[in-house]
């Protein structure tokens, strides 16, 4: 009786041991060695992190990455919960709307990062935009300016992400019971007060989920990067999973790539604990 349930996770702890619990643990031994592949590694103690603590270009990735975190989070909370409130009314055609926003989740990133690049081009679609509403040509350089570059990536990641976030939000939203919604307008309450008097308080676990989720992501952030600037300009997009690619298969210093990874492991850790923590409300009653 006691030992089905584990009997039931087995399959699943094996599958997870093997492509994720064992990597890591061989990445953690390999941040304290010095290894180029080639080698076989040699230990070396604490002396990648000591390093890393010295390492300006570093700590000046991770302020990349906590810029980039803290542009891409905040939206991708916000705009996919007002976006599943929009597409939760029962109106004619409302499923192509929901398909409309989820179409940029399945699309490759490397496609949607061509795709920006052309848009985010000095003669491209977006300053065309501009161009027409100002009556004047409009010539911004959206991805070669180190001040504006990392922000307009930051909008792609947002731009794929919303589809994915709302179908999250979404199912947290059917979930609630529509008597409730029916005793607030009973009680007075309407419009976007019955949201702010009912459905942000219910959608608090998920609200949870996706500020974790986004965070994870938004610390991770590679393929949007290294597609459209590759770190660039004056390394002002490089982010510190860029750098442990260039630490890594560029050079081969494996032993401290993997010391990288493992404090952005630890960094990961620390700022979902901490969303958890901030953001968790008990529920009423």
Do not use: C
């Amino acid at each position: 009786m006691y030992r089905t349930p584990y009997l039931f996770l087995l399959p699943a702890l094996l599958a997870l041991g093997l492509i994720s619990f064992w990597p890591v643990s061989q990445a953690i031994y390999l941040s304290f060695t010095e290894y180029d592949i080639i080698e076989v590694p040699r230990w070396i103690g604490l002396e990648n992190y000591q390093r890393l603590i010295g390492d300006r270009r570093f700590w000046e990735v991770l302020g990349n990455t906590l810029v980039y975190l803290a542009t891409v989070v905040p939206l991708l909370v916000l705009l996919p919960l007002g976006l599943a409130i929009a597409v939760n009314q029962k109106l004619k055609g409302i499923h192509w709307f929901r398909v409309a926003y989820y179409v940029p989740v399945i699309v490759s990133i490397v496609v949607a990062g061509i795709a920006w690049k052309w848009i985010y081009a000095e003669s491209g679609l977006l300053n065309y935009i501009l161009s027409w509403l100002a009556f004047q040509p409009v010539r911004i350089s959206w991805l070669t300016q180190p001040n504006l570059a990392l922000v307009a990536i930051a909008m792609v990641t947002v731009w794929k992400g919303l589809g994915y976030y709302m179908v999250i939000y979404l199912a947290g939203l059917q979930s609630i019971p529509a008597n409730l919604y029916e005793a607030a307008m009973i009680d007075g309450s309407d419009g976007w007060e019955r949201h702010w008097d009912i459905t942000i308080p219910l959608m608090q676990p998920y609200i949870i989920l996706v500020s974790v989720l986004s965070s994870i992501a938004a610390m991770k952030v590679f393929e949007e990067i290294y597609v459209m600037s590759r770190g660039g300009p004056a390394n002002s997009t490089k982010t510190v999973v860029y750098y442990l690619y260039e630490r890594g298969f560029s050079n081969l210093d494996m032993g401290y790539a993997a010391a990288i990874g493992t404090v952005l492991f630890l960094v990961i850790l620390l700022l979902s604990l901490s969303t958890v923590r901030l953001i968790y409300l008990r529920p009423p009653g």
